[in-house]
């Protein structure tokens, strides 16, 4: 029942991709030249933050870091400006953020991460600081700020999950390491869930993390998911870290880091996940059930 206004660079090609809507329309933003169109920021009720370039899909190269890094930082920026210009009418901002702030699982694992916990020194860690910060301003000019830091999203459309896919089309399925190292996922539906129950709810106010409040281990995940598409008949394959260091470079530190946290804060509030248990979240993703 809402109208969406989507920030687009190219707004009449990304329109022909999307398809026609009457309830979606498109606007254009140029990030790079600090442009953006202020009738989009001014018929705002709110406005939801998810730009930025992806993290895994390239080498981490100094130039790629950077890129990473500035596209949600400056991206930011423009909004913090634009709002504070237009932005009369808007009450409440929606930030992504990541689980990226964490480290990795202590040894004993007993203690997921919760949000007061700090960030992580290094790259990830200190991208999703700097992330956090740049949209921070907007609470100066009275709205109500929700920041969400999301665990690894699956989804048929994009994501983890059809790099999860991708062995098993040879009935193969890749245990990534040691396989024990646990990972804090989120259904698409859930996570689109989540931004909406922002929106609408005035008592969230904050950071949140958005995961599913079961994490499991990169085997477990990936036994579930074998198992759905094919029952028992598939192989099971370690692929060891060496292998993963070798092909991704200082990405495959964060393919193989445990992170397990805590969806507590977000469900004190009255949310619930339609998808807790990744059994049901696989079901739902490989054949709708």
Same mark, same amino acid.
């Given at each position: 029942?809402?109208?969406?206004? +989507?920030?687009?660079?190219?707004?009449?090609? *990304? =329109?022909?991709?999307?398809? %026609?809507?009457?309830?979606?329309?498109?606007? =254009?933003?140029? +990030?790079?030249?600090?442009?953006?169109?202020?009738? &989009?920021?001014?018929?705002?009720? *709110?406005?939801?933050?998810?730009? #930025? /370039?992806?993290?895994?899909?390239?080498?981490?190269?100094?130039?790629?870091?950077?890129?990473?890094?500035?596209?949600?930082?400056?991206?930011?920026?423009?909004?913090?400006? !634009?709002?504070?210009?237009?932005?009369?009418?808007?009450?409440?901002?929606?930030?992504?953020? !990541?689980?990226?702030?964490?480290? /990795?699982?202590?040894?004993?694992?007993?203690?997921?991460?919760?949000?007061?916990?700090?960030?992580?020194?290094?790259?990830?860690? =200190?991208?999703?600081?700097?992330?956090?910060?740049?949209?921070?301003?907007?609470?100066?000019?009275?709205?109500?700020?929700?920041?969400?830091?999301?665990? +690894?999203?699956?989804?048929?459309?994009?994501?983890?999950?059809?790099?999860?896919?991708?062995?098993? !089309?040879?009935?193969? *399925?890749?245990?990534?390491?040691?396989?024990?190292?646990?990972?804090?996922?989120?259904?698409?539906?859930?996570?689109? &869930?989540?931004?909406?129950? /922002?929106?609408?709810? %005035?008592? @969230?106010?904050?950071?949140?993390?958005?995961?599913?409040? $079961?994490? @499991?281990?990169?085997?477990?995940?990936?036994?579930?998911?074998?198992?759905?598409?094919?029952? $028992? #008949?598939?192989?099971?394959?370690?692929?060891?870290?060496?292998?993963?260091?070798?092909?991704? #470079?200082?990405?495959?530190?964060? @393919?193989?880091?445990?992170?397990?946290?805590?969806?507590?804060?977000?469900?004190?509030? #009255?949310?619930?996940?339609?998808?807790?248990?990744?059994?049901? &979240?696989?079901? $739902?993703?490989?054949?709708?059930?």
């Amino acid at each position: 029942g809402y109208r969406v206004i +989507i920030l687009s660079r190219d707004p009449v090609s *990304a =329109e022909k991709k999307f398809g %026609q809507n009457e309830r979606v329309r498109f606007a =254009e933003w140029d +990030i790079e030249k600090q442009t953006i169109d202020a009738n &989009a920021i001014a018929e705002a009720d *709110a406005l939801v933050h998810l730009a #930025g /370039a992806g993290v895994v899909e390239k080498p981490w190269t100094t130039a790629y870091k950077k890129l990473s890094r500035d596209s949600r930082v400056e991206s930011s920026r423009l909004l913090v400006d !634009a709002i504070s210009r237009y932005g009369s009418k808007l009450t409440t901002v929606v930030s992504a953020s !990541a689980i990226g702030w964490y480290g /990795a699982d202590s040894q004993d694992n007993t203690r997921p991460f919760t949000e007061e916990m700090p960030f992580a020194p290094g790259f990830l860690g =200190e991208t999703c600081r700097d992330w956090e910060n740049s949209i921070k301003p907007v609470t100066e000019f009275g709205k109500r700020l929700v920041i969400c830091r999301i665990g +690894i999203v699956l989804s048929n459309s994009g994501g983890a999950l059809p790099e999860f896919k991708k062995p098993l !089309a040879f009935r193969v *399925a890749g245990v990534l390491g040691s396989g024990k190292q646990m990972v804090s996922w989120i259904h698409i539906k859930d996570l689109c &869930a989540m931004f909406r129950y /922002a929106i609408e709810h %005035q008592n @969230v106010q904050g950071i949140y993390n958005a995961a599913a409040p $079961n994490p @499991v281990s990169n085997k477990e995940l990936t036994l579930a998911l074998a198992k759905r598409m094919y029952g $028992n #008949g598939f192989l099971t394959m370690p692929v060891p870290s060496f292998m993963l260091r070798l092909m991704m #470079g200082e990405r495959s530190v964060e @393919v193989l880091k445990s992170t397990s946290v805590s969806a507590g804060k977000i469900l004190q509030t #009255g949310f619930s996940f339609e998808f807790p248990h990744i059994e049901k &979240a696989i079901a $739902n993703l490989v054949d709708g059930k």
